[in-house]
T-cell receptor, first 115, second 115 residues
């Protein structure tokens, strides 16, 4: 079975600074997807970024980028130029490449951006 | 981005009544939809996986007769909480997986309060 671990329950960052959220996972699969989702106080889950395991290039979406280390089974999220609107719960998630299996979520990291 | 709607956004009902929650993928087809329950400050807990045209697969510990799931089309899944009791009060979130790209999108959630 796959597991996802987020070792930082809470983090804070000053506005305009950069912060990195950690995520490690355990799987015997070779092909899979990894995701970061954001859940702000509204509780709407929002997809932040997606990475296919077969791609060596790290995914980026504007101020959000990942450091995907397949051998180390690590998938960290870097947020640059942090904004107050980035304050949210961030969940790392794993999904098998084949079949309609559910996402496996980490427990989340609560990020607070401070003015 | 893809949109998933969920209705109602909140509902208050009396103990013993049934409540139906609708989940729709608005601009993509979803062969598979998922239903989650989320307790305060916790990660999402998967309740069931629903495939269009077939019976839902429930997670261990989730009562099939209490949480009825129907996935009648590629854009609509419903969750009916039957004979609701105060312990069923929670935040319920649906999610739809894009059949073409595999990415999973989430509805805004439904807050259920059973008096």
């Amino acid at each position: 079975a796959q597991t996802v671990t987020q070792s930082q329950p809470e983090m804070s960052v000053q506005e305009a600074e950069t912060v990195t959220l950690s995520c490690t996972y355990d799987t015997s699969e070779n092909n899979y997807y990894l995701f970061w989702y954001k859940q702000p106080p509204s509780r709407q889950m929002i997809l932040v970024i997606r990475q296919e395991a077969y791609k060596q290039q790290n995914a980026t979406e504007n101020r959000f980028s990942v450091n995907f280390q397949k051998a180390a089974k690590s998938f960290s999220l870097k947020i640059s130029d942090s904004q107050l609107g980035d304050t949210a719960m961030y969940f790392c998630a794993f999904m098998k490449f084949v079949g309609n299996t559910p996402l496996v979520f980490g427990k989340g990291t609560r990020l607070s951006v401070i003015a | 981005g893809a949109v998933v709607s969920q209705h109602p956004s909140w509902v208050i009902c009396k103990s013993g009544t049934s409540v139906k929650i609708e989940c729709r993928s608005l601009d993509f087809q979803a062969t598979t939809m998922f239903w989650y329950r989320q307790f305060p400050k916790q990660s999402l807990m998967l309740m069931a996986t629903s495939n269009e045209g077939s019976k839902a697969t429930y997670e261990q510990g989730v009562e099939k007769d209490k949480f009825l799931i129907n996935h009648a089309s590629l854009t609509l899944s419903t969750l009916t909480v039957t004979s609701a009791h105060p312990e069923d009060s929670s935040f319920y979130i649906c999610s739809a997986r894009d059949s073409q790209w595999g990415t999973q999108y989430f509805g805004p959630g439904t807050r259920l309060t059973v008096l």
